[in-house]
């Protein structure tokens, strides 16, 4: 494990394997650096690999008050320490972060995103607006498990009747770990899942070079969203990857990744 500190002196883990030009890898909602391990594997003979703990979870420390641009600024930082440039790879709100940081300047050279989560139309019912006070309500309250519960029922869209086999599975105290993220994630997001594409318009000059990636057996909202986004784009490529969902198997979507990182422009 390595460390880089943020502006506001927040503490950002990270892990970094491989060679060649660096890759952040950014994760959604309640990930940490853990999960992005398998993809790095496959990824790492052609180039440095990065996957952090973004602040609040994992070995990352937290400093108040939360607020999107201090997650831009862990990530600045982050890329200083690696290099001083890197491409990004940002799954589901991991992938709004990427764009946001991209948007406000960072020296990001390729972009990679896997089904942010927008709510562009009518295909799913927009988040309610009061689901981000509802969520620090909850954790501030000490109900961290219903907010996880919140999130996965609201947020999510996870069936009801799933929810007691999913509060009883192995991972569901890490879930309750990082429960007070789930906020930022919310604010990431920002009103860009209300039902309308216009809130994409914010990246329309972003010209980064961006591959944006879908899954064939998502459901039709997230695969909305993805093909508004690279539209919405001025230099991007559009990908689905047939058979896959919200998380595609490694050996399926490496190889789709390696190729684009590897394009020079």
Sequence with gaps: METARSADGTTIAFDRTG????????????????????????LDADLTVVAYDRRGR????????????????????????????????????GAVLCLRATAAGLRVLRLAVYEPPFIVDGSREPLPDDYVPHLDELV???????????????????????????????????????????????????????????????WATVETPTLVIDGGESPPWIRNSARTLAETLPNSTYRTLQG??????????????????????
């Design 19 to 42: 060679s060649g030009p660096p890759l952040v890898l950014i994760g959604g909602a309640m990930s940490t650096r853990g999960a992005a391990a398998d993809l790095a594997s496959h």
């Design 58 to 93: 994992g070995d990352s420390s937290d400093t108040a008050p939360y607020a999107v641009e201090r997650e831009i600024e862990d990530l600045d930082a982050l890329i200083g320490a690696v290099g001083g440039s890197a491409s990004l790879l940002g799954h589901s709100s």
């Design 140 to 202: 501030a309250a000490g109900r961290r498990g219903d907010a996880v519960e919140y999130f996965l029922t609201v947020g999510v869209q996870v069936p009801p009747q799933l929810i007691d086999q999913i509060r009883s599975s192995p991972g569901w105290p890490d879930m309750e770990s990082v429960a007070h993220t789930l906020a930022y994630d919310g604010l990431v997001m920002g009103d860009a899942m209300a039902g309308s594409p216009e809130p994409l318009m914010r």
């Design 244 to 265: 896959q969902g919200h998380g595609p198997a490694s050996a399926v979507l490496a190889p789709v990744l390696a190729g684009f990182f590897a394009a020079r422009k």
